[in-house]
């Protein structure tokens, strides 16, 4: 079974970065859309960011200019630059990345990594 692996989330304060990292625990093949997403204490599991296939990048608002999405295609990882940090942003961030094999579309999940900014 695949795993997602985060790596890079914290306790920061107000204004400063982190870059979040989600790596496979095995192989996968036909990647296509990767995307971060985050839960909120007491909110639902909102979308932050989403990369498609040919790297076009899409954002919420709320993070639009201040996070920035990326993948490597060789890694089949996805990543996350977030600037700017700010408490509202405090919450477990998930990856996703789905795709398609032999068997049909696949969407496999991280498992979650806290990200706190403090003020």
């Known amino acids: 079974q695949v795993q997602l692996v985060e790596s890079g989330g914290g306790l920061v304060q107000a204004g400063e970065s982190l870059s979040l990292s989600c790596e496979p625990s095995s192989s996968i093949f036909n990647v296509q859309t990767m995307a971060w997403y985050r839960q909120g204490p007491d909110k639902q599991r909102e979308s932050v960011a989403i990369?498609?296939?040919?790297?076009?990048?899409s954002y919420a608002d709320n993070v639009k200019g201040r996070f920035t999405i990326s993948r490597n295609d060789a890694k089949k990882a996805v990543y996350l630059r977030m600037n700017s940090l700010q408490p509202d942003d405090t919450a477990t961030y998930y990856c996703?990345?789905?795709?398609?094999?032999?068997?049909?579309?696949?969407?496999?999940w991280g498992q979650g990594i806290q990200v706190t900014v403090s003020s």
């Open positions: 996703s990345i789905q795709g398609r094999n032999s068997y049909g579309d696949y969407t496999y």
């Open positions: 990369i498609t296939a040919v790297g076009s990048a």
